[in-house]
């Protein structure tokens, strides 16, 4: 029954190793998004797709890449995780991303770098 | 999108009613009021939202003032599973064309229910 998927709930990396999580929806939703939330903090938009047109955010670091290769996947690549990128990696699915529509939220995936 | 304000925090006690300021005072005529909430250690998950009118769902009621510029979530009996962040977002996907519905978060409002 599960429709927002992510793996996996927890991910140890070391510095500056490479990184992927993956989000995978059952939705069949044309928007997938990746939020980033640090400790104590909201939620903050690091990109999000439309089909396969890619929307980056202006202050998302070059560090952050995603990926979809179709509509069920898409993941997110940290190149060279910092101790500053230990955060919960939330990802998100819309429909078409109208205005009235809800989004539905994957568990998250936890990163701690090490 | 709009910027939205909340208190940082609010109590209750269990089966007692909780009502959820948001104050939203340059709302535009085509923002829709949403309604989030995060529970302890979970991904957001929706709760409500709505444009002119009042709602209710099976969740929570949403209050929304004549003027728009601010609204209230109420959850009608609050329960143990109610202390979540309540987060009051404005969505307004016409600007920029791209925004294809990202919200954008404040700080939210820590709900504690009491038993």
């Known amino acids: 029954d599960a429709m927002v998927i992510q793996n996996p709930r927890y991910q140890v990396t070391q510095f500056g190793k490479p990184v992927t999580l993956s989000c995978s929806q059952t939705l069949n939703h044309n928007v997938m998004y990746w939020y980033q939330q640090k400790s104590s903090q909201a939620p903050k938009l690091l990109f999000h797709y439309y089909d396969k047109d890619f929307n980056n955010e202006a202050d998302t670091p070059d560090n952050f890449q995603s990926r979809r290769p179709n509509t069920s996947f898409c993941f997110l690549d940290i190149r060279s995780p910092g101790l500053g990128d230990a955060a919960m990696y939330l990802c998100?699915?819309?429909?078409?991303?109208?205005?009235?529509?809800?989004?539905?939220f994957g568990p998250g995936t936890r990163l701690l770098v090490l | 999108d709009a910027k939205t304000t909340q208190p940082n925090s609010m109590e209750s006690n269990e089966e007692e009613p909780v009502h959820l300021p948001c104050n939203h005072s340059?709302?535009?005529?085509?923002?829709?009021i949403h309604w989030y909430r995060q529970l302890p250690s979970q991904g957001p998950e929706y709760v409500i939202h709505g444009l002119t009118s009042n709602v209710n769902n099976r969740m929570a009621s949403l209050a929304i003032a004549e003027d728009r510029k601010s609204s209230t979530l109420i959850l009608h009996r609050a329960t143990l599973r109610d202390a979540a962040v309540y987060y009051c977002?404005?969505?307004?996907?016409?600007?920029?064309?791209?925004?294809?519905?990202?919200?954008?978060f404040g700080q939210g409002t820590i709900l504690t229910v009491h038993p």
């Open positions: 977002i404005l969505r307004d996907v016409n600007a920029g064309g791209t925004s294809y519905g990202k919200l954008t």
């Open positions: 998100a699915t819309s429909r078409d991303g109208g205005k009235g529509e809800t989004q539905y």
């Open positions: 340059t709302i535009s005529g085509t923002d829709y």
